[in-house]
């Protein structure tokens, strides 16, 4: 008898069987060690905690250990626990200096186990864990990731929280011993004194003080010694675009950049890059949250691809970075999944205006040309030029305008958006702009609307940013989008990339007469969601322009990294700031860009 096992067409049963007596495979047991880990951690915790967690056969052999081993021991249980929860995340990843810590924590808590608990079953498993990981440290060599020193105070706010809630726990679990009737407020006041070594109001019968005394203390050295050490570790922050590697990237485009519209896009200066072995085709990503997301399709010759691809992957390997792409092309798609095996799922759609089809005539397009009369009788003009040919001061003015006009206080955009205007290497950048006469009393001029389209090749351009002053009349993107389009053809564009409608092709199949129960909720979904991503007005906005929709994708390895992916692209593209406090936030020029060029939220509606 024969069955079909992990791919082999062909394993006998008793095969099957001495595959499954010999244990998981290798690559599986960083994954199983860091379950184990946080299973240890838990019990560790709840040995330093709960003292009838301690109960056990072995008091008679306790009783020879020295008096004063119970309350260290208590509160080094305490710490190995939280460290090792702290760490399974990191072995699970592969992660080396993980590796390095859960090896020295193990026998230290396999020692308070013996000590605290006498539990000879305890310290069994913590060896036994710490042996699978001596066995299979080869398993455990990904390189740390970037980091910055917001971790610091993310470390400080959350674990001080634990370790205050913890400590309202370990106070309380002494009912019998506690001399009095301490109040809320006063076992919160010993908690705080307990975390900076401190004798609080509280007060217990025996040596419960002193093991409460350890264990909070513990709790407060282990908070400040990690914030200490993620504040002044040297710091890896994300890697930047090297002139070099701009330059290499710059000399791609110039050849093949009119094959994908995103393709400008990955000049981000906040990006890194691997480049294929010939360097003739490179790929762009940035590492978020353990996530190694790459923009768009690969830049350069599509022969060239599989290699950038391959230095990609193994990129992602030698960190255990999870990777992911967004926003690819339905060829890039084709090549990612044929090379890596991974799996693509179509995100939504891009609209394209052919320059030459486009006209404001027809019963079609009658809002958008009623819309653009209305604006051009109140007096607006519209000016699209090259970014080379506007003059620095009035540049100046365009990009501050742009950063005030921002609608939230976090600069958004990865995947499609540059993240600068005015650069003068982006001299070929269009700016599109709407300006009022006579309205020259705000901080901009008669400045009221701005529009910033990258390259797509020598003949293409492809929308990056749009901006619009809050006091201006409504319609103020339709206007500009109009504009740019009429003046393409004067400035060697035939075709305009607009925005990026996400699951379009769902919300479009929905609502048509017959749509199945099942699209019908997904669309109902879409549309209660779009109350905070602009997902039904982002595609209603682009279709009044009929555009032709070229489908995006995001490629994946399994379904279980997608929500995963979800959050880094989400923080990516700035919907979560996990950044620091304005106050303390690094002084350095942050770039202007915007989300999956989509206009903000008061732009869409007012329009």
Not at 145 to 161: E, H, I, T
Not at 368 to 385: A, F, K, L
Not at 386 to 399: F, K, P, Q, V
Not at 426 to 450: E, M, N, Q, Y
Request: glycine residues 10%.
């Amino acid at each position: 008898m024969s069955v079909t096992v992990d791919g082999d067409k062909s394993v006998s049963v008793p095969q099957r069987m001495r595959r499954l007596l010999r244990g998981p495979r290798p690559e599986s047991v960083p994954v199983v060690v860091g379950t184990a880990c946080t299973v240890v951690g838990l019990i560790d915790v709840a040995a330093g905690v709960f003292p009838r967690f301690r109960h056990s056969r072995m008091h008679t052999l306790a009783e020879v250990l020295p008096g004063a081993l119970g309350p260290f021991a208590a509160a080094l249980s305490l710490s190995a626990g939280m460290l090792l929860l702290l760490l399974a995340h990191g072995l699970k990843r592969h992660k080396r200096r993980a590796w390095r810590a859960a090896v020295v924590l193990l026998p230290a808590g396999a020692a308070a186990q013996f000590a605290y608990r006498h539990s000879v079953v305890g310290v069994l498993v913590s060896l036994t864990l710490c042996y699978l990981l001596v066995r299979h440290r080869d398993q455990f060599r990904a390189l740390p990731d970037p980091r910055s020193r917001w971790r610091a105070l993310a470390n400080f706010v959350l674990l001080g929280a634990g370790s205050l809630a913890l400590g309202l726990v370990i106070v309380s679990v002494h009912p019998g011993r506690v001399v009095g009737d301490p109040s809320i407020a006063d076992r919160l006041q010993h908690v705080l004194y307990g975390l900076f070594g401190v004798e609080g109001p509280v007060d217990y019968a025996g040596r419960t003080s002193w093991t409460v005394a350890y264990s909070l203390g513990a709790l407060g050295l282990l908070t400040a010694v990690t914030t200490i050490y993620l504040a002044f570790r040297p710091e890896h922050p994300a890697a930047r675009l090297t002139e070099d590697d701009e330059s290499r990237l710059r000399a791609l485009l110039e050849t093949h950049g009119g094959r994908d519209s995103l393709g400008h896009f990955a000049l981000r200066r906040d990006k890194a890059v691997v480049f294929s072995p010939s360097g003739k085709a490179a790929v762009c990503y940035r590492v978020v949250s353990g996530v190694m997301l790459a923009g768009g399709d690969p830049v350069g010759d599509v022969e060239a691809w599989p290699g950038a691809i391959e230095r990609f992957m193994d990129e992602a390997k030698a960190h255990s970075w999870t990777p992911a792409v967004m926003g690819c092309s339905e060829r890039g798609g084709e090549v990612w999944t044929r090379e890596t095996g991974l799996t693509a799922l179509e995100l939504g759609d891009e609209a394209v205006v052919d320059v030459a089809d486009f006209s404001l005539a027809g019963r079609a397009m009658r809002n958008v040309r009623q819309m653009v009369g209305r604006i051009e009788r109140n007096g607006y003009e519209t000016r699209v030029r090259r970014a080379r040919d506007i003059g620095a001061t009035e540049l100046e003015r365009i990009r501050r305008a742009a950063a005030d006009w921002r609608g939230t206080d976090t600069e958004r955009g990865f995947s499609m958006a540059l993240g600068r205007i005015g650069d003068p290497a982006d001299g070929d950048c269009v700016i599109a702009t709407a300006h009022l006469p006579g309205s020259g009393d705000g901080p901009h001029g008669d400045l009221k609307a701005v529009l910033h389209f990258v390259p797509w090749g020598r003949a293409g351009m492809s929308l990056e940013l749009m901006r619009r002053d809050r006091s201006a009349d409504p319609g103020m993107n339709e206007l500009l989008i109009v504009a740019s389009l009429q003046a393409a053809g004067k400035l060697g564009i035939a075709r305009v990339s607009l925005n990026f409608a996400m699951f379009r092709s769902a919300l479009a199949r929905g609502e048509r007469l017959g749509a199945g129960p099942v699209l019908r909720c997904w669309r109902g979904l879409l549309i209660f969601l779009s109350r905070w991503f602009q997902i039904e007005s982002l595609y209603k906005f682009n279709a009044k322009f009929r555009p032709r929709w070229e489908p995006r994708f995001v490629v994946f390895r399994t379904s279980r990294d997608l929500p995963r992916i979800g959050i880094a692209a989400m923080q990516a593209e700035g919907f979560v700031n996990l950044s620091l406090p304005r106050p303390f936030r690094s002084r350095s020029p942050r770039p202007c860009g915007h989300t999956l060029r989509s206009a903000p939220e008061h732009e869409v509606r007012a329009a």
